[in-house]
């Protein structure tokens, strides 16, 4: 079957530094990509990995290991709107994406 | 206005009744989703179209049909609602269906069934 495991809860400190972690077993690889979702709205796109190695944009930045299945959100200067559930996501073989569940990220002042 | 709306934002349902739930983006994307959302559950397929005419089954399918007879339209249909149904359903759209394709959401319809 297809997996894409990443904590349901973290919490971190305004202004300090946050990695989300997101393992994935699945059939084929053709992306990985991490949306941020705050409550009751919609997903809004954050990064894509193909490669291995990190993507830096602004803030954020996003890790890939396609041989460990192994990617993380890397979220620097936290601010108080980055109170959000972050999903991990794959492409698979079939071009469609696989979610995790999400993790939901509280920042305390 | 850019991006994809969906209507109703939210509905209450009685079990057995027939719902269309609508989808329709103005960015001219040649591919389309449709999501359920539950608590504790990652975002799962439903339905797609990889472009416009064509249809074809995600992850959970079973109650649920779709159209696409035009780029900008993809309306879910619910033939007989169950209250395993009740979910916040999220439409998507991406210029392609190719590895590198980000997928823009529309803002959901929260749907209950009882």
């Known amino acids: 079957g297809q997996n894409i495991d990443q904590p349901t809860e973290m919490t971190a400190t305004e202004g300090a530094i946050v990695q989300i972690n997101c393992t994935y077993q699945?059939?084929?690889?053709?992306?990985l990509f991490w949306y941020q979702q705050h409550a009751g709205e919609a997903p809004t796109f954050l990064s894509y990995?193909?490669l291995d190695g990190l993507e830096e944009k602004g803030r954020f930045s996003s890790f890939l290991s396609r041989s460990k299945g192994y990617s993380y959100l890397l979220l620097k200067e936290l601010q108080m709107k980055d109170s959000a559930s972050y999903l991990c996501?794959?492409?698979?073989?079939?071009?469609?994406?696989?979610w995790g569940a999400g993790t939901k990220l509280i920042i305390k002042p | 206005i850019a991006g994809i709306t969906q209507a109703p934002t939210s509905q209450i349902l009685a079990a057995g009744r027939r719902m269309t739930l609508r989808c329709t983006q103005d960015?001219?994307?040649?591919?389309m989703y449709w999501y359920r959302q539950d608590l504790g559950l990652g975002l799962r397929l439903i339905h797609y179209?990889?472009?416009?005419?064509?249809?074809g089954k995600g992850e959970v399918p079973d109650g649920y049909s779709v159209s696409r007879a035009n780029t900008d339209d993809f309306p879910l249909t619910l033939a007989s609602a169950v209250p395993s149904q009740t979910s916040v359903y999220f439409c998507?759209?991406?210029?392609?269906?190719?590895?590198?394709?980000?997928?823009?959401f529309g803002p959901g319809t929260r749907l209950t069934v009882l």
């Open positions: 998507a759209s991406s210029e392609g269906s190719g590895d590198y394709n980000e997928q823009f």
């Open positions: 960015m001219r994307h040649n591919a």
């Open positions: 179209s990889n472009t416009a005419g064509t249809t």
């Open positions: 699945t059939s084929g690889f053709n992306g």
């Open positions: 990995n193909v």
């Open positions: 996501a794959v492409k698979d073989s079939n071009y469609q994406l696989i």
